[in-house]
């Protein structure tokens, strides 16, 4: 998303209208006066509506600086690219510590196992993740997930449950917080060697949802059953691929809702290194039977481990086809595990 540009085709802060300004150089002076960006003033500061507006038009106070603007959201690419570097620089500080400080892992096949990367290893791990979705028109929805997994020999079980916030919701401002559903699965890894593993799995998606969180993000409100098989391939020690097919469809559904009915293909392509470090993308080609529509969302993932056992991972999951990002949004989290 460029930083100066915005899609609905108005301008960006620094590349206001010239029809609202009086020249580059008085444009800089409003600036400077409404920011108060050199610390003081140069002359009274202006409030909403004394700013010069068109015969008609309504003026809109900008929520973070609380100067009229007719380009609120001026600041929204600023701030989502600042959150992006923000992240990157809190892994980059994670994996500084982890070489100087803490314990190292005894090899890249802990790497491995600890990234939870690969599902066909079989180990017991809580985590938390936070996931920012980033919609057109101003529209966001934060998950917070909790998840805790079980592993019993060549079993492995998994809970998790999300708290939504949304800013989207109708009749109320700002962000309305909901709890999101939950889901369960087990995972059974029936074939392990040395470079070939086999997993297969079942996820059953309740539709716990409130009804004003599962409205607004469009929640199918049904339970859902997703079996899934794994193949996992060791090309060398420090680098797999694993395929994993998957069936999304309804067992149930609520009054008024659409049955589930989707088949996805996710792929993994992941490198290891001894510092703790591992890097991952995933395509994932999604075909939805009831919509008879085919998405494809493309999926970077960094991570490092910090020894004991703890791991920390940032991820982009963006659409490809324009609809999706426009409904969906592209999906930017930051995750924290321990694995026992």
Known sequence: MPVFSRSDGTSSFFHRSAANSPGPKGEVERFLQDHSVTGRRTGPRRTAPERATAPGQAVTTCRMCRTGSETVNDHLPLMKHFSL??????????????????????????????????????????????????????????????????????????????????????????????????????LNAFFVNERHALAASLDLAFPFASQNIATATGADGSLTLTPAVTYSYTINRSLMLAIQPQYAFSLATGRGYACTSVLTLRIFLAKFYDSGFYFVFEPRPIYDFQARQFDLVLSPIVGTTLGGGYAVSVLAEVPVRGQMLRSRGAMYLFALTRTF
């Open 85 to 186: 570097l923000l992240m990157l620089l809190l892994t980059g500080w994670v994996g500084y510590a982890q070489n100087h400080e803490l314990e190292q892992p005894a090899s890249v096949d802990e790497v491995r196992t600890q990234s939870g990367v690969d599902p066909t290893r079989v180990t017991s791990r809580l985590g938390y993740s936070f996931r920012f979705f980033d919609r057109p028109a101003d529209a966001a929805q934060i998950n917070n997930r909790i998840s805790a997994t079980f592993g019993v020999n060549d079993w492995s079980f998994n809970l998790k449950a999300d708290l939504i916030s949304l800013n989207t919701l109708p009749g109320r401002s700002g962000f309305v917080t909901g709890f999101g559903g939950m889901a369960f699965s087990a």
